[in-house]
């Protein structure tokens, strides 16, 4: 399978390193991979014959970026010979940029597309599957919800058959974690400045602090598990920069946690509540949780480490062989 990749940050170096350490993938699945083109923000690498992953993690660790062409990604993917697009460019809420020209363009010329980046999709989800139908290829994106954790398949495959009612979720590990840290007695600002310095907080940290993060997974969500037409900017949201000391001890005396929590039932919400102690949903740090609520088979959560660059990757390599699982059939 011939790759480009636009975005080479956390995930992108993950998967250009996972998929040069792991013979297997070959000789399981069948699948030999080549990256033919790499953009990040500094620019383009490009060889029909193929990138050396390797060398490039190298070359964006010494230079800061892999670049060496004065070509353009979106002109790459308009007229480079490729099977799969990977969209791994940050999330941008507002026009989607420059992910959804990228997604767009690929999916226009007949190219996969694995998407990491959730900002196309929490706008303009229903017209880009749309897109990718009429053009007889698929969009993926296993990544965007739950980072290695598979909710979205979980929801999607595990459950099919079933009608799903409604869910709930935690979906963003760094407020999960500062709200955990607030629970044992750390301030907000505390809580905050330690999430930061593990590297957890997003680098627009209004991002992880307001719930956009959450209120784009679970417009993914709501769209893919449950045909909702929704954007992100529908979704009713909120953040936890509000959350005291005192809220945390007063729930705490209760038996609850203070979560965010992601909601999708009469209508879809981002927003702190009192989770009780024996919720499955109450779960600790940086994990992320999903329960999925079905007509016959009740209510099931699914438990799992939520973000990471080397989970992520391993989601967008499940997503590739699914493509190549339909594309050899
Ligand atoms: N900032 C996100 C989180 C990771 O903390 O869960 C990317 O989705």
Same mark, same amino acid.
């Not at 965007?144 to 079933?162: C, D, F, H, W």
């Not at 920069?241 to 979560?259: C, F, L, M, P, Y």
């Not at 009192?274 to 949903?281: E, K």
């Given at each position: 399978?011939?790759?480009?990749?636009?975005?080479?940050?956390?995930?992108?170096?993950?998967?250009?390193?996972?998929?040069?350490?792991?013979?297997?993938?070959?000789? *399981?699945?069948?699948?030999?991979?080549?990256?033919? +083109?790499?953009?990040?923000?500094?620019?383009?690498?490009?060889?029909?014959?193929?990138?050396?992953?390797?060398?490039?993690?190298?070359?964006?660790?010494?230079?800061?970026?892999?670049?060496?062409?004065?070509?353009?990604?979106?002109?790459?993917?308009?007229?480079?010979?490729?099977?799969?697009?990977?969209?791994?460019?940050?999330?941008?809420?507002?026009?989607?940029?420059?992910?959804?020209?990228?997604?767009?363009? +690929?999916?226009?010329?007949?190219?996969?597309?694995?998407?990491?980046?959730?900002?196309?999709? +929490?706008? $303009?989800?229903?017209?880009?599957?749309?897109?990718?139908?009429?053009?007889?290829?698929?969009?993926?994106?296993?990544?965007?919800?739950?980072?290695?954790?598979?909710?979205?398949?979980? $929801? *999607?495959?595990?459950?099919?058959?079933?009608?799903?009612?409604?869910?709930?979720?935690?979906?963003?590990?760094?407020?999960?974690?500062?709200?955990?840290?607030?629970?044992?007695?750390?301030?907000?600002?505390?809580?905050?400045?330690? $999430?930061?310095?593990?590297?957890?907080?997003? %680098?627009?940290?209004?991002?992880?602090?307001?719930?956009?993060?959450?209120? %784009?997974?679970?417009?993914?969500?709501?769209?893919?598990?449950?045909?909702?037409?929704?954007?992100?900017?529908?979704?009713?949201?909120?953040?936890?920069?509000?959350?005291?000391?005192?809220?945390?001890?007063?729930?705490?005396?209760?038996?609850?946690?203070?979560?965010?929590?992601?909601?999708?039932?009469?209508?879809?919400?981002?927003?702190?509540?009192?989770?009780?102690?024996?919720?499955?949903?109450?779960?600790?740090?940086?994990?992320?949780?999903?329960?999925?609520?079905?007509?016959?088979?009740?209510?099931?959560?699914?438990?799992?480490?939520?973000?990471?660059?080397?989970?992520?990757?391993?989601?967008?390599?499940?997503?590739?062989?699914?493509?190549?699982?339909?594309?050899?059939?």
């Amino acid at each position: 399978m011939r790759i480009i990749q636009s975005g080479f940050g956390a995930v992108g170096q993950s998967l250009a390193g996972l998929l040069e350490s792991r013979d297997d993938i070959y000789t *399981k699945y069948g699948i030999m991979t080549k990256f033919v +083109a790499i953009s990040d923000s500094g620019g383009t690498i490009h060889d029909e014959s193929g990138l050396d992953p390797a060398r490039m993690i190298q070359k964006k660790r010494q230079e800061g970026t892999i670049s060496d062409s004065k070509k353009s990604i979106s002109s790459i993917i308009q007229n480079m010979d490729a099977d799969v697009l990977i969209e791994a460019t940050p999330s941008n809420y507002i026009d989607g940029e420059p992910g959804m020209t990228n997604i767009i363009t +690929a999916l226009k010329r007949g190219i996969h597309v694995i998407s990491v980046n959730k900002g196309p999709l +929490a706008l $303009a989800l229903p017209s880009l599957v749309e897109m990718a139908v009429y053009n007889g290829v698929y969009l993926r994106f296993s990544g965007t919800v739950g980072g290695g954790t598979p909710i979205l398949n979980y $929801a *999607k495959k595990s459950l099919r058959g079933e009608r799903i009612t409604s869910f709930r979720g935690i979906l963003n590990g760094t407020t999960n974690y500062i709200l955990t840290s607030m629970g044992g007695g750390m301030s907000f600002e505390e809580a905050l400045g330690d $999430a930061r310095g593990r590297g957890y907080v997003e %680098a627009d940290e209004s991002l992880d602090l307001d719930g956009w993060d959450v209120a %784009a997974k679970l417009t993914i969500l709501s769209n893919w598990v449950m045909n909702q037409k929704t954007t992100i900017h529908q979704v009713e949201r909120d953040g936890i920069r509000d959350v005291t000391q005192q809220d945390i001890q007063r729930s705490t005396e209760r038996g609850n946690a203070i979560k965010l929590v992601a909601n999708c039932n009469d209508v879809i919400s981002v927003g702190v509540e009192d989770v009780p102690f024996d919720d499955p949903l109450c779960i600790h740090g940086t994990l992320n949780a999903a329960s999925f609520t079905s007509e016959h088979s009740g209510t099931q959560t699914i438990i799992g480490r939520g973000a990471g660059g080397i989970e992520t990757a391993s989601s967008v390599l499940r997503d590739l062989l699914d493509i190549r699982q339909v594309v050899t059939k």
